[in-house]
Structures are given as structure tokens and as C-alpha cells.
């Protein structure tokens, strides 16, 4: 894992969670995304309305600092599953880059389900 970037004034850290929120973010700006999919606690973040939370997304960096990211995604009916990934695996590829400096490896993303809305559904 990359520890850290030392500069005249110190280190600097950037922890996993912060990377894992900012592909929550650029996830959640895609036309299309109904949520992060995941585990039990993204569910429960969603009950709250947390909806911006990264609880099922990892970060890992392999051998060479290079930064792994797994997004699991629920996606809306109707919009097309493999456009919708693609934006969004640009977006967070572009927002974790401009952000951070770090260089991505892989971005997974994992269309776990497709869902719905009853609120925009029309009658």
C-alpha cells in the first residue's frame, strides 16, 4: 500500500476511506446509478438517507501502489447496464486522478442489481 508522499513539511496520508468516498461520489453523479449496492451497512446508510455512503466499495493497491477499486452498483430500469458502468468507471477514474495523483489500475464495477423507483414512476 502506498504509505505515504513526504514533503518539506511532513507526510502525507490519504487513507483508503478517502478514496472509497470519492469513487461513492463520482458513482453516485452517473445518470442512471440508483445506489452502491453492497452489503448490509450500505443498506442500512440507504434507510437513513446516506445515499452518498462507500460502505460496499474497496480499495486495494496492488504491488506497485497502483490503486484497485471494486464498486458494487445498483443501476435503474431501463438505462443501458454496460454505458452506465463505463461512465462510471471514467468518472471515478478522472475524480480519484484529478484528486489525489494516484494512478488507477483497475475499476470494477459490480451491476449487482436493477431497480424501480416507484417515485418516478408514472401511473
Known amino acids: ?3 505515504s508522499t513526504i514533503t518539506d513539511l511532513g507526510k502525507i496520508r490519504i487513507h483508503k476511506k478517502v478514496i472509497a468516498s470519492i469513487a461513492s461520489i ?3 453523479e452517473i445518470n ?3 445506489r452502491i449496492g453492497g452489503d448490509l451497512k450500505s443498506g442500512l446508510y440507504d434507510l437513513i438517507g446516506k445515499k452518498g455512503n462507500s460502505a460496499g466499495i474497496t480499495v486495494e493497491f496492488d504491488k506497485n501502489d497502483d490503486v484497485i477499486i471494486n464498486v458494487p452498483v445498483i443501476i435503474k430500469y431501463g ?3 454496460p454505458d452506465v458502468a463505463a ?3 471514467e468518472n471515478i477514474r478522472i475524480s480519484i486522478e484529478k484528486m489525489t495523483d494516484l494512478t ?4 470494477d464495477v ?3 442489481s436493477v431497480e424501480k423507483n416507484p417515485e418516478t414512476e408514472t401511473r
Do not use: F, P, R, Y
Open 1 to 3: 500500500m502506498k504509505d
Open 26 to 28: 463520482a458513482t453516485c
Open 32 to 34: 442512471g446509478v440508483e
Open 79 to 81: 438505462h443501458n447496464l
Open 87 to 89: 461512465k462510471i468507471q
Open 104 to 107: 488507477i489500475k483497475d475499476i
Open 110 to 112: 459490480d451491476i449487482q
